[in-house]
């Protein structure tokens, strides 16, 4: 079992940013990647970004060059995955949830966080 606590959202202002980190525990040795997802009201969840194990990170085309996400797997105890959120649009508010993919005994399993709103309003 992996638990995932996300934090950091809140209210930004567009063009502004925001730093969204995410702490893992648990049977962390079966994290086989770690990214973001969101979803606005009304719409499905979409991957933002993602990192595999000792693997370079995947973007959503709408962030590249403006979000970067970013692994600490150094304590043995706790994984932490930040996603650094630059030049923000009104159009991504939304959910933020923290998404971690496990193998077990070749059984693929995600688990997801409770998520963090943000909100982008002047």
């Known amino acids: 079992q992996v638990h995932l606590v996300e934090s950091g959202g809140g209210l930004v202002q567009p063009g502004g940013s925001l730093r969204l980190s995410c702490a893992a525990s648990?049977?962390?040795?079966?994290?086989?990647?770690m990214g973001w997802y969101r979803q606005a009201p009304g719409k499905q969840r979409e991957l933002v970004a993602f990192m595999p194990n000792n693997a370079s990170p995947k973007y959503a085309d709408s962030v590249k060059g403006r979000f970067t996400i970013s692994r600490d797997s150094s304590e043995s105890t706790k994984y932490t995955v930040d996603l650094q959120m630059n030049d923000v649009n009104p159009e991504e508010a939304a959910v933020y949830y923290c998404?971690?993919?496990?193998?077990?005994?070749?059984?693929?399993?995600?688990?997801w966080g409770q998520g963090t709103q943000v909100t982008v309003s002047s």
């Open positions: 648990g049977t962390l040795n079966t994290i086989r990647t």
């Open positions: 998404r971690a993919g496990t193998t077990v005994l070749h059984e693929e399993h995600d688990y």
